[in-house]
């Protein structure tokens, strides 16, 4: 073993250079690899933690709908003998406020549950007994950092918690925070009874047609789901009974991954099995891209290997104990590689996650199991990459190893091209792809049909909602606020849908759309284009509950001309008025569907139009608008953000998204062109004789570059042609999951090869021109 460190340190001092491209190329895709494996594992396993996780489903539709009557608990345990635990879950629509005697007012993730939330779902308790902790009206379980953010060290449990600076909640239990792969995610839960005291409504308990919870049920072992799902469509009103024909049991273990989503609510998260997919796949890219370049460099060094080894033939070696020496030798070199990459994911993993919002599990890599796995993955590696080479050598005559006849059959340079072409046919694809990816978020951040630049938003607290004049005139007042108005909504904030009757030409229909109120000045300010009839204005008494739609509206129900068409809500008609041309209130990933803006009173926030000359006047101006805000809201915290901060929000996922395949694409770039380095540091010193012999005979340099360059062109040419279909494939297949999306178009391709060819010919002309410039004297001296 001593013998075999002094080699592998022997060996490494003779070609430092090649070898520390070796060792880093192998460390950073091993990096990659672990980070992305790791987070894949724990996406797929998202609540797999909970006991009773294979007997858990939630009510609800693939297609996103999961909202269920609060009746339908009753029904279920009172009739089904099958269902073992119902549970409801519902959400408040704002973030609720929560404050005690010691602390600020902060805002915090609410959910509402039954008192068997803990029999379904499995959280470590810290205080408290879960059992009990939900059976009290006003009693509240909240999480260890909610805990310490409201009461620092102090007891928690038995303590009060101001709810909304209106009702006084009681910790009942403290509970270990939430684990990050799980579906549901919150910081407090408080009872049913509790909601039914806030919200005071009761008719979303007791009426059929009032979808406001998430419903989970707990099957008996052994029942089959889908009878369970044929019953509790039985239960259902037969007036609601084409409201749930496509409604069926998810299982908990697949909820992650479906399209269920919740409207204002924002305690059920789902994600993207496609780009969790794609960002493995990228990674194992990578790691093939490292191992081209193993097989590249170690290829390079075989014959340097085959003398060494016919010397220790000469001295008595046994061909097991030489052929042992080579795989161990290989399996050090990864070994200290996975060493390398262990260190980088403890020293960057929290850096990726800021910039791409991979999630990273330490416990997962500090376990036996991945310690396992990941020895028993490179010592398969370095077996796969080294057997062949360490039997012929192993096997051969020593005289054919000190005459350098042994052929180990990964030394030809046709072998060699055809591994860098392959790493080129990668790097190319990954630039084209990643120049379409960034195209279609700029797509998604431009093309919206509205303008957002310069928008302040004011969330409006309940003092705010009441002093709305108050705060009208205190704006007015102030330098720099152009002009302001008040909405329900702005996009990439939750939008309402209504189901409501509208009456046009004495004929009646149910449409579907999706609704805000505004005032006057909310068109203006958004910039939104008027193609039909009239705005409603501020100043005409008689505009009050006037509508304007959008044209998607007129498309999906069939209408000619909607003017003077009146929708019917609460009991009152309202007129519509005028159209406005489609703009994107919903990601582009969605369609733009029906929409109608309202005039009426209510407002969730205050939308100011700014203007300042740099970023210090910019700075003070936000922080005064957030003071006299803050001065009309004392007991509520004020939010402020701006319309183009929201509107990216919109595009999160896929900005994220973006940024995790650039990182992947730019490191197997670099790896490219470290192995390209690498190869052609062998090239060079492989031809150093015949490049003097050139000189001499009076060569001129640029025709020795030409020379030495020609292959790498001649390969990167190959790739381009290879890359382009591979890479059209998968820029169309993605872009199939956007409503609207760009253009995928011919310049991405040509800008990939022509990028890949930059990268190519900068990284050998380097050393091209090093061996083209040399004295000849130099490496024919001895000849």
């Known amino acids: 073993m001593k013998y075999l460190f002094k080699t592998i340190i022997r060996n490494f001092r ?30 797929i396993t998202t609540d797999q933690f909970h006991r009773n996780v294979d007997r858990i489903y939630l009510f609800g539709t ?83 950092s909610l805990s310490l953010k409201l009461f620092g060290k102090e007891e928690p449990l038995g303590k009060t918690i101001k709810l909304n600076n209106d009702k006084n909640l009681t910790v009942s239990a403290v509970i270990e925070e939430p684990k990050a792969n799980s579906c549901l995610v919150f910081s407090a839960i408080a009872s049913i009874a509790t909601r039914k005291i806030v919200q005071e409504n009761g008719g979303e308990y007791t009426d059929w047609g009032w979808s406001d919870f998430q419903t989970f049920v707990m099957l008996k072992k052994g029942v089959n789901p889908d009878a369970a799902q044929k019953i509790i469509h039985s239960l259902f009103p037969q007036e609601n009974q084409d409201h749930i024909r496509d409604t069926k049991l998810i299982p908990l273990k697949k909820i992650y991954f479906s399209k269920a989503s919740l409207l204002g609510d924002k305690y059920l998260i789902t994600g993207d099995r496609k780009r969790v997919m794609i960002l493995v796949l990228v990674a194992i890219l ?55 990459s262990i260190y980088l994911v403890s020293s960057f993993s929290q850096f990726i996650l800021n910039y791409t919002g991979i999630h990273y599990s330490q416990k997962i890599t500090s376990s036996a199991g991945f310690i396992a796995i990941s020895l028993g993955v490179i010592l398969i590696l370095s077996v796969i990459f080294s057997i062949i080479p360490a039997l012929r050598i192993a096997s051969s005559r020593a005289v054919d190893n000190l005459k350098n006849r042994v052929k180990t059959g990964a030394g030809r340079q046709s072998f060699r091209g055809f591994l860098v072409m392959m790493q080129f046919i990668i790097a190319i694809a990954l630039i084209a792809f990643t120049v379409l990816v960034q195209k279609q978020v700029r797509f998604g951040n431009t093309s919206l049909g509205f303008n957002h630049d310069n928008i302040l938003s004011i969330k409006l607290t309940d003092q705010l909602s009441q002093k709305k004049d108050v705060l009208k005139n205190m704006l007015a007042g102030k330098p720099g606020i152009r002009k302001f108005c008040f909405s329900q909504y702005f996009p990439g904030k939750f939008i309402s849908e209504w189901q409501n009757e509208l009456i046009q030409n004495g004929d009646k229909k149910v449409i579907t759309f999706n609704t805000f109120s505004a005032d006057a000045n909310f068109f203006e ?244 021109w090093r061996a083209a410039t040399r004295n000849p004297v130099e490496s024919l001296r001895y000849e």
């Not at 990601?587 to 300042?612: F, K, M, W």
């Open 286 to 340: 990578v790691l093939v891209i490292a191992l081209v370049n193993f097989l590249n460099i170690s290829s390079s060094q075989w014959q340097e290997k085959i003398r060494q080894t016919g010397v220790l033939k000469v001295i008595g070696a046994r061909q097991s104990a030489i052929f042992i020496n080579i795989l161990a030798e290989s399996f050090i070199f990864f070994f200290a590689s996975l060493l390398i």
């Open 62 to 144: 693939q297609e996103g709908d999961i909202y269920s009557p609060g009746i339908l608990k009753e029904n279920i345990d009172s009739k089904i003998p099958a269902v073992e635990s119902t549970l409801r879950i519902g959400g408040t629509w704002d973030a609720p406020v929560f404050q005690t005697m010691n602390s600020e007012p902060i805002t915090s993730d609410l959910i509402f549950a039954d008192d068997n939330f803990f029999k379904l779902f499995t959280y470590k308790c810290l205080e408290g007994d879960l059992e009990s902790a939900l059976k009290e009206p006003l009693s509240v379980v909240i999480s260890k």
């Open 525 to 768: 300010m958004l910039d939104l284009q008027l193609i039909m009839g009239r705005l409603y204005t501020d100043n005409l008494s008689t505009d009050k509950k006037k509508i304007v739609v959008n044209e998607t509206f007129l498309h999906d129900n069939n209408i000619l001309n909607p003017l003077g068409a009146t929708i019917t809500t609460g009991g009152n008609n309202s007129e519509i008025i005028g159209v406005v041309k489609d703009f994107h209130f919903k990601s582009v990933d969605q369609p733009i569907t029906p929409l109608a803006i309202r005039n009426d009173a209510s407002a969730s926030y205050c939308l100011a139009t700014i203007q300042a000359g740099d970023f210090t006047s910019l700075s003070d101006l936000v922080n005064n608008i957030k003071k006299t805000a803050s001065e009309l809201s004392p007991s509520f915290p004020v939010e402020i953000s701006f319309l183009d901060q929201a509107v990216q929000n919109m595009y999160q996922s896929e900005i994220r998204f973006r940024r995790a395949f650039s990182l992947l694409a730019f490191f197997a770039i670099v790896l490219c062109s470290l192995g390209i380095l690498a190869m052609s540091l062998f090239a060079c010193q492989k031809r150093v004789k015949e490049i003097g012999i050139r000189k001499v005979n009076g060569a001129r340099i640029s025709e020795i570059l030409i020379m030495l360059n020609s292959d790498f062109v001649k390969w990167v040419g190959i790739a381009f042609v290879v890359a382009c279909p591979v890479a059209f494939y998968a820029g169309h297949a993605w872009l199939k999951g956007f409503a609207y999306k760009t253009d995928l178009s011919w310049w991405i391709f040509v800008l990939g090869g022509l990028m890949a060819l930059g990268i190519a010919l900068l990284t050998v002309s380097w050393q091209s």
């Open 14 to 43: 003779r070609k430092p250079i090649t070898n520390f491209i070796n060792l880093l190329g192998l460390a950073i895709s091993f990096t990659l690899v672990i980070i992305l494996s790791v987070y894949c594992y724990s996406e």
